[in-house]
């Protein structure tokens, strides 16, 4: 099976999994919604590019995504952050290779944009353990076709490790279980094993991977242990981290070529600046306007 198709019936059977058992804020015709809606903006965007057209699965887990892990008070907005999502795989590219994971790219545009109309939500598909065991089984089979394994491992390992060491140790009001408890969250761990993973947009290299892992479980850290723990924080690393190794990944081919040197640049400070943006805002939970 195409590895996009088998990440889209894994997402598909984890939303159905989520309307029945769990608690997915989007009711089944407003998913139907966002997936026809999805269709044509990929027929669009093909047209726009004078392309064939060619189902394309992995823009559809993009949709499935959204709807898990963010709520929006307007329905409409959905349309909004998705259509960005889509564009930017199609049109914020270099030599065809996008940056971001359009999931995510999805989730940080529904901030910036609408910060009191939208929040990350990770307790959509509730925190049975015996639908968290079905996730990580359906992840590890395609993290070992796409050799990704050692990312979530190694990400595991680092947060839990940071975590405790920078939060637990120095703040008496943060408590281990307070940790531990964010790993009975089934989205929390559909975000480690399916968003983090994405093959376009983290390193193909072993070493590169174990950096790339510590370096989001550091970073998020950090920003929990200067600004208070958000949840956002991961999503907002993953952020930074994917066009950063996205570069590294094709310095060796391009090292030479100043405009893409320039391109990346310009990337990363327009990043850096969208992150200040959201860090910069109050904090906020589940009470949105």
């Given at each position: 099976m195409h590895i996009q198709l088998h990440q889209f019936f894994n997402l598909l059977l984890l939303l159905?999994?989520?309307?029945?058992?769990?608690?997915?804020?989007?009711?089944?015709?407003?998913?139907?919604?966002?997936?026809?809606?999805?269709?044509?903006?990929?027929l669009l965007f093909f047209k726009i590019k004078k392309e064939k057209y060619y189902f394309n699965f992995s823009s559809f887990s993009t949709a499935i995504g959204l709807a898990l892990m963010m709520v929006m008070t307007d329905y409409m907005l959905y349309f909004v952050v998705l259509f960005l999502a889509l564009a930017q795989k199609h049109w914020l590219t270099y030599r065809g290779q996008h940056f971001f994971?359009?999931?995510?790219?999805?989730?940080?545009?529904?901030?910036?944009?609408?910060?009191?109309?939208?929040?990350?939500?990770?307790g959509q598909l509730s925190q049975e353990i015996y639908l968290a065991y079905v996730v990580v089984v359906m992840a590890l089979i395609i993290l070992y076709r796409i050799k990704r394994l050692l990312i979530p491992?190694?990400?595991?390992?680092?947060?839990?490790?940071?975590?405790?060491?920078?939060?637990?140790?120095?703040?008496?009001?943060?408590?281990?279980?307070?940790?531990?408890?964010?790993?009975?969250?089934?989205?929390?761990?559909?975000?480690?094993?399916?968003?983090?993973?994405?093959?376009?947009?983290?390193?193909?290299?072993?070493?590169?991977?174990?950096?790339?892992?510590?370096?989001?479980a550091v970073l998020s850290t950090l920003l929990d242990y200067y600004y208070g723990y958000r949840v956002q924080h991961l999503f907002m690393v993953l952020f930074i981290l994917s066009p950063l190794f996205v570069f590294f990944n094709m310095l060796p081919q391009e090292k030479e070529n100043r405009s893409f040197i320039l391109y990346f640049v310009i990337l990363l400070v327009l990043v850096l600046s969208a992150i200040i943006y959201l860090e910069l805002q109050p904090p906020y939970y589940f009470a949105m306007d």
């Open positions: 159905l999994l989520g309307q029945t058992m769990g608690f997915v804020y989007l009711s089944w015709y407003q998913i139907l919604g966002l997936f026809l809606f999805t269709l044509f903006v990929e994971n359009p999931s995510n790219f999805a989730l940080i545009a529904g901030m910036l944009l609408f910060y009191k109309k939208s929040h990350i939500v990770v491992t190694v990400f595991i390992g680092g947060y839990l490790f940071f975590q405790y060491s920078m939060l637990v140790v120095y703040d008496p009001m943060f408590l281990s279980e307070d940790l531990f408890r964010r790993f009975s969250s089934v989205s929390f761990i559909v975000f480690i094993f399916f968003m983090l993973t994405d093959p376009k947009t983290t390193p193909e290299r072993y070493e590169l991977q174990v950096i790339f892992s510590l370096f989001l």
